[in-house]
Each structure stands twice: as C-alpha cells, then as structure tokens.
C-alpha cells in the first residue's frame, strides 16, 4: 500500500486532554512511511477508538464503505473481543507503536506510530488496485470530543 498523505487534527482545541500531537509523512516518496504521535495533560481511561475504511469511487457512484466501527478504547488496547481485521491490525501496530495494551493513557507520556508501512502480505489475499482513504479516531465516551484524529489517503498496489 502506497501512502499518499496523512494528517491529524484535534477537536480539544482548549488543550484539556491533549499536551501536544503531530503527524506527517517520510520523505522518502518510494517506500512511504507515516508517523502519528501525542502526549497528554491528563491519564485517559474509557475512550471509544473510531474507524472508517473508505474505498472512493468515481461519480455517480457512491464510495464503497469497507468498514465502519467504533469501539471500546481499552478493549482494543487489549485485543480483546474484536473482530478479525481489527485484530490483526492491532497486531501489525505493535512493531510501530508504544501504545499500553491496557488503560489508562498515562499523562505526559509521549505514545507513537513511527515508521509504519503497511505490507499486504500480512493481509489475507488482497488482488486489487484502489485508492483508499482511512480515518480513525480516538474520543471521550463522556464528551463525545475528538481528542485526535488521523487522516490516510493510500493507493492498495498489487
């Protein structure tokens, strides 16, 4: 999968539950890789952890929903009761990242994804060539806010 862009943004805009976050690309435009990182003012335990895979498509159609879900922050930090292809992509994220496999959030600690480049042979068979755009979130269950959230747009390359 070929990254094309990613970025972030965050809805605590009052600096309440974020310390600081960024995000960006590498360089490097052949082998692509995308970093995400924040720290936090305060520990955040229940969260909900938000996700959309979008395959767009060409008008009149509309966009292909590959996925759209929302769950338990603290159950996903933990692999707990989720479905397959949230599973494993947990699993991926665990050579990138230093994200706890439970809660709380430790405050002003900084947590990462750093050098990621999804590799499709980790994938069950994947034989198609598609832009995809991912967004995913993590948010307060109490205040509904968006504390941070990712935006990819990639190529699926054979």
Same mark, same amino acid.
């Given at each position: 999968?070929?990254?094309?862009?990613?970025?972030?943004?965050?809805? !605590?805009?009052?600096?309440?539950? #974020?310390?600081?976050?960024? =995000?960006? %690309?590498?360089? @490097?435009?052949?082998?692509?890789?995308?970093?995400?990182?924040?720290?936090?003012?305060?520990?955040?335990?229940?969260?909900?952890?938000?996700?959309?895979?979008?395959?767009?498509?060409?008008?009149?159609?509309? !966009?292909?929903?590959?996925?759209? #879900?929302?769950?338990?922050? =603290?159950? %996903?930090?933990? @692999?707990?009761?989720?479905?397959?292809?949230?599973?494993?992509?947990?699993?991926?994220?665990?050579?990138?990242?230093?994200?706890?496999?439970?809660?709380?959030?430790?405050?002003?600690?900084?947590?990462?994804?750093?050098?990621?480049?999804?590799? #499709?042979?980790?994938?069950?068979?994947?034989?198609?060539?598609?832009?995809?755009?991912?967004?995913?979130?993590?948010?307060?269950?109490?205040?509904?806010?968006?504390?941070?959230?990712?935006?990819?747009?990639?190529?699926?390359?054979?």
């Amino acid at each position: 999968m070929q990254t094309d862009n990613f970025t972030c943004s965050s809805q !605590d805009a009052d600096s309440q539950i #974020l310390k600081e976050f960024n =995000c960006g %690309l590498s360089k @490097n435009s052949k082998r692509r890789t995308w970093h995400f990182e924040f720290a936090l003012q305060q520990p955040v335990g229940e969260h909900d952890f938000l996700m959309k895979i979008v395959l767009p498509r060409q008008k009149p159609l509309a !966009d292909f929903v590959l996925l759209d #879900l929302t769950t338990d922050g =603290c159950q %996903l930090l933990a @692999n707990r009761n989720q479905v397959p292809l949230v599973r494993l992509g947990r699993n991926i994220m665990n050579r990138f990242s230093n994200f706890p496999h439970q809660c709380p959030f430790q405050a002003n600690s900084t947590y990462y994804i750093r050098g990621f480049r999804m590799d #499709l042979s980790v994938l069950p068979a994947v034989d198609m060539e598609t832009p995809v755009n991912i967004e995913f979130s993590y948010q307060g269950k109490r205040q509904a806010r968006r504390w941070i959230t990712g935006y990819l747009d990639a190529r699926v390359q054979r």
